[in-house]
């Protein structure tokens, strides 16, 4: 594994606790090895000294010593900058070493942890040197994080610069919200449950949410998120893959093509938005000061490397629609944003309501709908909501609930939301990963929303204090439809 990057904070925060808990569990191959590469000057040893320091305070555990010192001799490390040919050079030769001291085969992942500007670049460059080459059995991979691109334009010559060196299957594009055991649990309890895929559809769901909400503020990626900004970092990848997860229609296997066609033909049924619809269907904040937590927070222009006067969205939510057999008229409605009341991520499926004619001449003036709530973070499980006769001589409803939690069936395991994915890649399982077409769908749904809020002046920011559940507008989107965002406990 040749990480470009490897001194930043995507390596020492995510990918080398995973690697460990990887090789803590026993799934690690032995013939395992990585190699870093940033521009910092140090030495192996040094590399080595830097992540045993690291890894004791993002651990997601103890470390047991034995098998971190295990680990961590198969590390190695090349200082330079990633525009160099000599480096990639000088890279080839220390992969020789490492193939012949692990026997790794010649089987190589390159993992961009980077800027995206530099993606293409050594992508190339890799090309050059003969290094993603895929000859006598040998294979060779590429993971790209997001964001990959910053809208569909750029998101097109990205492909089309990436895939002039590799084959589509060669190239990982990940996203670590479906590394969570929840997201990947929706295919099997939707598809291995006889009970619920019958009444997953227009007839019997009401309308569906999805919030990703988030307690923190930008900390220190002011300078990133002042380009980029809720609707780029979260809509096009995070939010838009929970959506095809939930609506897509059954795969004729779990094959990694047949996954990812189904879940490419619900970004292509999404219904574009006019530019009328854009106003009426999305909502833009920015938190001002406020308190979270207990602990009063400054606003989003207070943040560093944040313009006094910015016009970025920290918030956001909208209302779409799938034009399917399955879900036509079925609203799908999205939020997230930075300094909400708390972290959590959670889906949403609210059924219609029973008639109420059975109970009219009773104590019950109305029924709740029933709901399904599947919790992706911070507590992982799923929760259906439904109604039941309180005690007592008088008909009276109540809502009750069955609670499923992982940690407590299954045991919670270490984890940074990275282990599936790294395995994956080594495996070379694409079903978690985005392919080009889908990636640029996503674009093309959020085009229609930039280029809107692009051409008029945002609303009057700050918005929403942080610590509240964003600005009043995202429950008046729901509340014209005679609906309400769900209460996050």
């Given at each position: ?8 904070d995507?390596?020492k925060?995510k ?11 026993g799934?690690?191959p ?13 030495d192996?040893e040094r ?6 320091q ?6 997601t555990a103890?470390?047991?010593?034995e098998?971190?010192?295990?680990l961590v001799?198969r590390f190695y490390?090349?200082?330079?900058d990633f525009?160099d040919?000599r480096?990639?050079?000088q890279?080839?030769a ?13 089987n190589?992942?390159?993992?961009l ?6 993606f ?5 460059q890799?090309?050059?040197a003969?290094?993603t ?5 040998r ?7 997001k964001p990959?691109?910053h809208d569909l334009?750029?998101?097109?010559a990205?492909?089309?610069e990436?895939?002039e060196?590799l084959?589509e299957s060669?190239i990982?594009?990940?996203d670590h919200?479906?590394g969570?055991?929840t997201?990947q649990?929706i295919?099997v309890f939707?598809?291995?449950?006889g009970i619920f895929?019958?009444i997953w ?6 309308h569906?949410?999805i919030?990703?909400?988030e307690?923190?503020?930008v900390?220190?990626r002011?300078?990133y998120y002042?380009g980029?900004?809720a609707l780029?970092?979260m ?8 959506v095809?997860?939930i609506?897509m229609e059954?795969?004729?296997?779990f094959?990694a ?5 189904e ?5 292509r ?7 009328l619809e854009v106003?009426?269907n ?7 000061e406020?308190t979270v937590g207990g602990k009063s927070v400054?606003?989003y222009r207070s ?5 006094p006067d910015?016009g970025?969205?920290t918030?956001?939510a909208?209302?779409?629609f ?9 609203p799908?409605y ?7 009341p708390k972290?959590a991520?959670?889906?949403?499926i609210?059924f219609k309501?029973?008639p109420l004619?059975?109970?009219r001449k009773t104590?019950v003036e109305?029924?709740a709908?029933n709901l399904?709530v599947?919790?992706?973070?911070p507590?992982e ?6 109604g039941?006769?309180i005690?007592g001589p ?7 609930e ?5 940690a407590?069936y299954f045991g ?6 990275y282990?599936t ?9 694409l079903?978690l990963?985005?392919r ?5 769908l996503?674009?093309s749904?959020?085009a229609p929303?930039?280029e809107v809020w ?7 920011f ?7 559940w964003?600005p009043?507008?995202a ?5 014209r439809?005679?609906r309400r965002?769900?209460?996050?406990d």
């Amino acid at each position: 594994m040749v990480v470009f990057g490897a001194d930043g904070d995507l390596t020492k925060r995510k990918l080398v606790p995973s690697l460990y808990n990887l090789a803590k569990s026993g799934v690690l191959p032995k013939e395992f090895a990585f190699v870093g590469l940033a521009i910092t000057e140090m030495d192996d040893e040094r590399f080595r000294e830097k992540l045993s320091q690291d890894i004791q305070e993002f651990t997601t555990a103890p470390v047991d010593q034995e098998v971190w010192d295990r680990l961590v001799e198969r590390f190695y490390y090349v200082p330079g900058d990633f525009k160099d040919p000599r480096v990639y050079r000088q890279l080839y030769a220390v992969l020789e070493k490492v193939d012949k001291h692990h026997d790794t085969g010649g089987n190589y992942v390159h993992y961009l942890a980077c800027a995206p500007q530099f993606f293409a670049e050594i992508i190339r460059q890799l090309g050059a040197a003969g290094l993603t080459v895929e000859e006598h059995g040998r294979w060779r991979r590429v993971v790209i994080e997001k964001p990959f691109g910053h809208d569909l334009a750029s998101a097109r010559a990205l492909n089309h610069e990436i895939r002039e060196i590799l084959k589509e299957s060669q190239i990982y594009r990940i996203d670590h919200y479906l590394g969570k055991e929840t997201v990947q649990n929706i295919l099997v309890f939707r598809f291995a449950n006889g009970i619920f895929e019958p009444i997953w559809n227009r007839r019997y769901i009401d309308h569906v949410q999805i919030t990703v909400a988030e307690s923190i503020g930008v900390e220190h990626r002011g300078g990133y998120y002042e380009g980029a900004g809720a609707l780029r970092d979260m809509v096009p990848n995070h939010l838009l893959q929970l959506v095809s997860f939930i609506a897509m229609e059954p795969p004729n296997s779990f094959d990694a093509d047949a996954v990812r066609d189904e879940k490419a033909k619900v970004l292509r049924g999404i219904q574009p938005m006019h530019s009328l619809e854009v106003l009426r269907n999305t909502v833009s904040g920015q938190y001002a000061e406020g308190t979270v937590g207990g602990k009063s927070v400054p606003a989003y222009r207070s943040e560093p490397r944040v313009a006094p006067d910015s016009g970025t969205e920290t918030f956001l939510a909208l209302k779409l629609f799938i034009d399917s057999w399955r879900w036509a008229d079925v609203p799908f409605y999205l939020r997230t944003g930075k300094r909400l009341p708390k972290r959590a991520t959670e889906i949403v499926i609210q059924f219609k309501r029973a008639p109420l004619m059975l109970f009219r001449k009773t104590h019950v003036e109305r029924l709740a709908p029933n709901l399904l709530v599947i919790r992706i973070q911070p507590d992982e499980g799923i929760n259906l909501c439904f109604g039941a006769k309180i005690p007592g001589p008088s008909v009276r409803v109540g809502t009750v609930e069955m609670d499923f939690q992982y940690a407590k069936y299954f045991g919670s395991a270490p984890s940074t939301g990275y282990e599936t994915l790294l395995h994956d890649c080594m495996a070379g399982d694409l079903t978690l990963f985005q392919r080009a077409d889908t990636v640029e769908l996503g674009w093309s749904v959020v085009a229609p929303i930039q280029e809107v809020w692009k051409a008029l002046p945002p609303p009057s920011f700050p918005n929403y204090a942080a610590g509240t559940w964003g600005p009043k507008e995202a429950d008046e989107l729901l509340e014209r439809d005679g609906r309400r965002w769900a209460r996050i406990d």
